[in-house]
């Protein structure tokens, strides 16, 4: 059987699900998430943003076509022109400006993530990377579709319907798109040990977005 993106998703599912389906994400769609569990989750996604502009940076950086060169770009430039805004645009109704979000201390959660991610890609290949930054990109569209697909969403007056429908926009979901069928034509032709670290990896970091949550829940007390 050719390996292909299901299967490192299957041979984590217990981590996927407990990721995707995540009371921090239940609170989001039940609109009953506590707006200081937001607060902090959202000022501390804008720095790990940044990191992650770097990351696909890199992903850039060891590209090896202009095919590669431009999807990392893409992603890249999304980061930048459309999620760093609404982080802004959000914080800014809150009273706070770009200036204090960057000057705020980075939490365990954001140094943990950003740093796991640029040292796979500093370690590893381009495809150790893209494994890598596949829960981020990838997952944030299971999670809107969630959403989108359990009867208990308040979708009347949401205070989080702007974030939800930021990851449900169509260039998004090609950018997804586009994203599985480069993973599952390189993981059709790893060797099994070679599977086994990547599955490491994606687990590795499958965990790391469960602990992003978290933290935003726990920071509400
Ligand atoms: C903790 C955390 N994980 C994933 C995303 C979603 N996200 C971040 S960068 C990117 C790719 C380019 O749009 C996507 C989908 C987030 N914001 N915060």
Not at 103 to 116: I, S
Not at 170 to 178: G, H, K, Q, T
Not at 190 to 219: C, H, I, K, N
Request: hydrophobic letters at 45%; glycine letters at 4%.
């Amino acid at each position: 059987m050719l390996q292909n993106f299901d299967t490192l998703k299957n041979a984590c599912s217990d981590q996927w699900q407990a990721y995707i389906q995540h009371p921090f994400v239940a609170g989001i769609s039940e609109a009953t998430l506590p707006t200081p569990a937001f607060q902090h989750y959202l000022q501390q996604d804008y720095l790990f943003l940044i990191h992650f502009a770097r990351a696909w940076g890199l992903a850039v950086y060891k590209s090896r076509d202009m095919n590669e060169l431009r999807h990392s770009l893409d992603n890249l430039k999304t980061i930048v022109d459309t999620e760093m805004g609404l982080h802004v645009a959000y914080c800014r109704e809150w009273g706070i400006d770009e200036a204090s979000l960057h000057d705020l201390p980075e939490a365990q959660e954001t140094l943990a993530y950003t740093r796991f991610v640029l040292d796979c890609g500093h370690r590893g290949d381009l495809l150790d990377l893209h494994v890598a930054l596949a829960p981020c990109l990838i997952g944030y569209a299971e999670v809107a579709e969630w959403i989108a697909t359990r009867s208990q969403t308040v979708t009347v007056d949401n205070p989080y319907q702007a974030w939800i429908d930021m990851y449900r926009d169509e260039d998004y979901l090609e950018a997804v798109r586009r994203e599985r069928l480069w993973l599952d034509e390189r993981l059709a032709e790893v060797s099994p040990a070679r599977f086994a670290q990547l599955t490491t990896t994606f687990r590795d970091a499958t965990r790391l977005e469960a602990a992003f949550w978290q933290m935003g829940l726990d920071a509400a007390g």
